[in-house]
């Protein structure tokens, strides 16, 4: 004998699971209406005034406007004259990255500066759409012009180690010697664990109101932090903060944002063997943001190149390991010949 269908499916089931398709829809409202709510509240962008009194050597903190765009840096020397050495943080990062080798290096002698990129930091954040690399090293060359260098040595971390190489190659008279720290040089870069669920959904067509919350969320700008360093305790709240303060602002979202949608840089891989300048290559053993093998890839490219492994270390030796970084970096300036 059949069941009558009421009974395998009474009224109040059939009512519960039709309350049940209406709350799921208010709660869709309540997030759609929650997260536009999130993009209002969000400051533009840093200013530096504000924040002035928790950054580190804000006495060398200077601005100067380069192509219409007003870069900030930080700039220390014993002697106008020494040899210039040029600071490149990576994607989402700022001068804040080197505050632990900035005095040791002007210390050395040296003549340092270390810049906020384009888009990140405190320098400005355009809403011009140029933040391709080679709109990022246009800016580098015309601020060296501006002060007057006509040649460094450039230092630069992952994306800003991609900035490095790629300045060597299209203006090597501008290039001294480079130190690359866990560069990037390919589009796999971002396609890797580091940023593809950012990525997926900017190029996946993910709605333009969720993706700059991605880049802002403090869950996974700690969880990127935490995977970033390989002594956790590293981690503090000062280093947390510094990183999201720009994060939580609409300009520097929207330049990270334009930043990988730009990113091309399989070019470096294909050109980085045209590099002849002498070369040192840093890798941190346990960096979870790009393979250690891609150092090893990069120094057997580069003819003049020194490749240097740093054990119980992350993808921010600068930051982890200041002082065993800021010694190779002076071991290498400091010899003639290679």
Not at 229 to 236: A, G
């Amino acid at each position: 004998m059949r069941v009558p269908k009421r009974q395998i499916f009474p009224e109040n089931v059939r009512q519960l699971t039709k309350y049940s398709s209406v709350v799921a829809a208010l709660m869709g409202v309540a997030a759609v209406g929650f997260t536009a709510q999130q993009h209002i509240r969000r400051p533009k962008d840093l200013r530096w005034l504000d924040h002035v009194h928790v950054l580190p050597h804000p006495t060398t903190s200077n601005f100067r406007v380069v192509d219409g765009i007003r870069i900030h840096y930080q700039e220390q020397f014993i002697n106008r004259n020494s040899e210039v050495v040029i600071l490149l943080h990576g994607f989402c990062s700022s001068t804040y990255t080197w505050k632990d080798c900035f005095t040791p290096l002007v210390e050395a002698g040296y003549r340092v500066i270390a810049l906020d990129l384009k888009g990140f930091g405190f320098s400005e954040k355009p809403p011009d759409l140029r933040y391709n690399i080679k709109d990022q090293i246009n800016i580098i060359i015309r601020f060296m012009d501006s002060l007057g260098i006509k040649q460094a040595t450039l230092v630069g971390n992952s994306y800003g180690g991609a900035i490095s190489m790629a300045c060597a190659l299209k203006h090597p008279d501008r290039v001294k010697k480079l130190v690359l720290i866990a560069p990037a040089h390919n589009n796999a870069a971002i396609s890797r664990r580091f940023l593809k669920n950012i990525n997926w959904m900017i190029n996946s067509g993910g709605s333009d109101l969720i993706a700059p919350l991605l880049v802002g969320s403090t869950n996974l700008l700690r969880y990127f932090m935490n995977k970033m360093f390989y002594d956790k305790s590293l981690v503090t709240s000062e280093r947390y903060n510094a990183y999201l303060r720009p994060l939580t602002t609409a300009n520097c979202q929207m330049a990270a944002i334009t930043t990988l949608r730009q990113w091309q840089l399989e070019w470096i891989a294909e050109e980085m063997n045209l590099i002849n300048f002498p070369t040192l290559i840093i890798w941190g053993e346990q960096d979870w943001a790009l393979p250690v093998e891609w150092g090893a890839e990069i120094h057997f490219a580069i003819a003049r190149s020194q490749f240097i492994v740093i054990p119980n270390c992350g993808h921010l030796p600068q930051e982890e390991l200041p002082h065993d970084t800021c010694k190779l970096i002076l071991d290498f300036c400091s010899k003639e010949k290679y």
